[in-house]
């Protein structure tokens, strides 16, 4: 994969250099608020116990735990959102896109490389996050260590799946911030990062299981505080991989369609 490692290694050199760290706290300051906010709300309001109801839907009496895991896999979605689908619109803002276009390089290596760095980045500022919640003196039970790795794998597939269509789409339409931030709110509302599902209407719910990152969130809640093992976890591994290959394989045939009017619009 030598376009994804050099994909790569461009991305860290111009991170490297022009970087702000002021980004890095930026980005991690939300999971930290949510978590701080939730602590205080179960302490002041909550009286440190939850309800029967959240124990049921959720398969857990530990609340706070509950939502460090959802609130931090929450802030890692949007951040390798904002560095895989967006991946191509800087380089058509930058004026490199047709460049990109005539190189022979193909699509999905590339944006490969871009996510792959975003990962590593992305684990280094949200260890951070630990310091947090060790501040706050809330530990996070694992039930199933192979089941959070394959669960967090499984989230960073199903993010990377949605992102390729994603990003055709911003560089179809020649903006970013509106179809970024829908599908944040769309993710963060119906996917189950920081409550169950279960509060949901029923039609969102329905819906919600069409995104796989939905699936990908129950594998890391039942790995982590749902007490589920392996092949209890596996079931919901299945559906995120189906729902992530129909979602890449739709992005992938969507892709070259986008560039084709990215460019007709920019030459």
């Known amino acids: 994969m030598p376009t994804a490692r050099a994909t790569a290694w461009r991305t860290w050199q111009m991170t490297r250099r022009a970087y702000p760290w002021t980004y890095a706290v930026g980005t991690v300051l939300p999971a930290a608020l949510t978590i701080a ?3 205080l709300g179960f302490h002041a309001i909550g009286g440190g116990e939850v309800g029967d109801d959240f124990a049921a839907d959720s ?3 530990a609340y706070l ?11 890692f979605t949007v951040r390798l959102i904002l ?14 896109l047709g460049a990109l276009l005539i190189a022979p390089a193909a699509r999905l290596p590339y944006l ?13 500022e949200f260890f951070t996050l630990g310091l947090v919640v060790a501040a706050l003196g809330i530990t996070v039970p694992v039930s199933s260590v192979p089941g959070a790795l394959l669960g967090a794998l499984a989230l960073i597939a199903a993010v990377f799946a949605l992102s390729v269509g994603l990003g055709g789409l911003m560089i179809a339409a020649g903006e970013a911030h509106i179809s970024q931030n829908t599908v944040f709110i769309v993710l963060g509302l119906v996917s189950g990062f920081t409550f169950p599902r279960d509060y949901l209407p029923e039609p969102a719910r329905w819906f919600a299981e069409l995104l796989p990152t939905t699936s990908a969130m129950d594998v890391l809640h039942g790995s982590f505080t749902g007490g589920q093992s392996l092949p209890e976890l596996l079931p919901r591994l299945a559906v995120c991989a189906l729902l992530t290959g129909a979602y890449l394989f739709i992005g992938l045939t969507w892709l070259p369609r986008a560039e084709a009017r990215a460019a007709e619009r920019t030459y």
């Open 83 to 96: 560095w895989s689908a967006k991946a191509l619109i800087t380089e058509q803002r930058q004026g490199t």
């Open 112 to 124: 490969l490389g871009f996510t792959g760095f975003a990962v590593l980045s992305s684990i280094v």
């Open 65 to 75: 735990a509950y939502i460090v895991v959802g609130a931090t896999a929450f802030q």
């Open 59 to 61: 398969g857990t009496t």
């Open 37 to 39: 906010l939730a602590y």
